[in-house]
């Protein structure tokens, strides 16, 4: 069993950065595969990023790639979302997960454990 809490959450204005970080607590954090997700209001919870066991690969989604970057610290069983270029399509409830499965890790259904989320808010 692992519980997630996100941080980092906040107001950007567009073109700014936003960092958020999630921090597990439970053993065996390296055995799962860490993703990213998120919410706007009014729509599905969307795949924005995943990382690998040991951050080995990377997934991002089309929408992300190039302006976001994943991280994970093994030691401090966290994981990191860097958000730079925000654009107000941006604007969500972002969300950590945590997987156990071996692959599709851009579907919320791969997904074991989830965080309780925090706001991501971007002003044009």
């Known amino acids: 069993q692992v519980q997630l809490v996100e941080s980092g959450g906040g107001v950007a204005q567009a073109g700014g950065s936003l960092r958020l970080s999630c921090a597990a607590s439970?053993?065996?954090?390296?055995?799962?595969?860490m993703g990213w997700f998120r919410r706007a209001v009014g729509k599905e919870r969307d795949f924005v990023a995943a990382i690998t066991w040991n951050g080995g690969a990377t997934y991002y989604a089309d929408s992300v790639k190039g302006r976001f970057t994943i991280s994970r610290d093994n030691a401090k069983n966290t994981v990191v979302l860097q958000m730079n270029s925000l654009q107000p399509e941006d604007t969500a409830v972002y969300y950590c997960a945590a997987s156990r499965r071996r692959g599709h890790w851009d579907m919320s259904t791969s997904y074991d454990h989830w965080g309780q989320g925090t706001q991501v808010t971007v002003s044009s």
């Open positions: 439970g053993r065996s954090f390296s055995s799962y595969v």
